[in-house]
């Protein structure tokens, strides 16, 4: 496997959180000193490509997968455009999670979900539907999200203990559904052709 290729996976799915030079180096099997001189290597050719828009940022110990400034106006434009505000409903997975879980990383919504998070919690930050509320002690000090006053306006709530209850729609939801959805379109069959 392609050395390269690997580095831009991670750096990709880690998002907007990044990823530390320690855990890139366990999880390609191979020095610090190396996988440093790939991330130089992995940047390199994304300046040079006058066609790419991509870079890699170093922070402190972190490196996160971005976008050149100079796309800055398109990406901004693109955020306040009236089609990129309509939530999809991945943006709409995760902001339900956060809302019920908060304060929570991205990771941890990521675990629920069972799929990667990263575009729709950036895209629910730009929308200012949550933001950072601190981050977790030890490790990689993710970030924690939680939902702002800006949500709270948005859905017309003036508190979280006015959220739906979770246990009372999943208790309705199993009284309202059959767990075999095709039994009654069977019994309706049975009922036809005269069996009991």
Do not use: W
Not at 39 to 56: A, P
Not at 131 to 138: A, I, L, N, P, T
């Amino acid at each position: 496997m392609d050395d390269m290729g690997q580095l831009e996976a991670l750096l990709f799915v880690a998002g907007d959180e990044g990823v530390q030079l320690e855990e890139l180096s366990f999880l390609m099997g191979q020095p610090e000193p190396e996988i440093y001189r790939l991330i130089q290597n992995l940047n390199e050719k994304y300046q040079e490509d006058l066609h790419s828009s991509l870079s890699v940022l170093e922070l402190g110990n972190h490196f996160i997968l971005a976008t050149k400034k100079k796309y800055a106006a398109i990406l901004k434009k693109y955020a306040k455009s009236p089609i990129a505000n309509r939530l999809s409903q991945a943006a709409l997975e995760a902001l339900a999670i956060i809302a019920y879980k908060q304060p929570i990383t991205r990771m941890e919504v990521d675990d629920i979900r069972g799929v990667q998070s990263s575009g729709s919690v950036q895209k629910l930050a730009t929308h200012r539907l949550i933001e950072e509320k601190g981050r977790v002690e030890g490790p990689g000090r993710a970030i924690l999200y939680g939902t702002t006053e800006y949500f709270m306006d948005y859905f017309g709530l003036n508190s979280m203990q006015e959220l739906p209850d979770i246990q009372a729609m999943e208790e309705e939801l199993s009284t309202d559904i059959p767990l075999d959805l095709c039994a009654d379109r069977y019994e309706e069959t049975r009922e036809e052709k005269g069996e009991n």
